[in-house]
């Protein structure tokens, strides 16, 4: 049992998979309906496409010209003190140390980003993307792309990307990757699903989807972004209405220091906007407040009396 997964007691579904790659017109359906899925894809011969972690360092350490990052979000705190003392040394993230980095800290991974057309080819040359991913379903998202490689025992805990108005995706090239993927905050009913990513499986899901992941095998897969579709009806549209039905709690966790609003469809911003619930009870728009239920008024009261307190005695300052 991984003792990782939360939410730990649920009945688990399992994650649609295609047993071959959908066409261009049912992916685009997932576009629409944000319902992840798997299936098995075509990974192009390639001479130098890595086997092992150590091969990926060894071909990119020559050409990655960016920093690399490396997420500790499934290390205890004992090795978290120990990675920031690792940092105060002065050491650094890079290719180069990822093998002594695996060692001291095994439930680390490595992740790059890819911003520029020299990196984007870099990882473009590994693996492209699959056929049924056109170019007019990429858009904005086509700016960037990641691959993610980390040992057993590395993965993810349970969040929501709140990049914006995109699905990801995630292809395998070596190793094993269980996912855990949770129904949007504030759908009901409450779904979640498990999969295991294995070489070749290609993933998808959307923004506003939870997501955690165990890798079960040393893995490295290549990441990249789709335009979800704004049309009525749509999963992109609902998740407003998620949203205003979620928990604060729930809505914690898809606030995100990686949010780009500004280049999403202005619907989405509204949706990220109203998962900002930072006061209990409290929802907070632009410049308005708005309370919910009791406490939010209570809340409120507090709110208030305080910028109350605050200005009386701004005032007494200035007198004296
Ligand atoms: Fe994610």
């Known amino acids: 049992m991984n003792p990782f997964w939360y939410p730990p007691h649920l009945d688990i579904g399992s994650v649609l998979r295609y047993t071959t790659p959908p066409t261009n017109e049912q992916f685009k359906s997932h576009l629409v309906s944000g319902e992840p899925f798997i299936t098995r894809v075509d990974l192009p011969p390639h001479p130098n496409r890595p086997k092992t972690l150590d091969e990926w360092a060894e071909l990119f350490g020559t050409t990655w010209k960016d920093p690399v990052q490396m997420w500790q979000n499934r290390l205890s705190n004992e090795d978290m003190n120990g990675w920031r003392q690792w940092l105060r040394e002065g050491n650094e993230p890079s290719f180069e140390a990822f093998r002594d980095m695996r060692a001291d800290f095994p439930n680390t991974y490595l992740s790059v980003v890819a911003n520029d057309m020299y990196h984007k080819e870099l990882i473009k040359?590994?693996?492209?993307?699959?056929?049924?991913?056109?170019?007019?379903?990429?858009?904005?998202?086509?700016?960037?792309?990641?691959?993610?490689?980390?040992?057993?025992?590395?993965?993810?805990?349970?969040?929501?990307?709140?990049?914006?108005c995109v699905c990801s995706w995630s292809t395998m090239l070596f190793g094993t990757k269980r996912w855990r993927l949770g129904t949007p905050p504030g759908e009901e009913p409450v779904e979640v699903s498990e999969v295991v990513q294995e070489q070749g499986d290609f993933m998808f899901w959307c923004a506003g989807t939870w997501h955690q992941t165990w890798i079960e095998e040393e893995s490295l897969d290549v990441h990249g972004y789709v335009k979800l579709s704004y049309e009525q009806g749509s999963y992109a549209r609902n998740l407003v209405g998620f949203a205003e039905n979620a928990g604060r709690r729930e809505l914690d966790g898809w606030t995100n220091v990686m949010e780009v609003a500004d280049s999403c469809n202005p619907s989405n911003v509204e949706w990220i906007n109203r998962t900002r619930h930072r006061i209990p009870g409290l929802v907070i728009r632009g410049w308005r407040i708005i309370p919910r239920g009791p406490f939010g008024w209570l809340a409120l009261a507090v709110l208030a009396g305080w910028g109350v307190v605050r200005m009386v005695r701004r005032r007494k300052k200035k007198s004296e």
């Open 125 to 164: 040359d590994l693996y492209d993307r699959p056929e049924f991913i056109r170019d007019d379903d990429t858009g904005w998202g086509e700016t960037s792309r990641w691959m993610y490689g980390g040992e057993a025992g590395a993965g993810v805990a349970n969040h929501i990307d709140t990049i914006g």
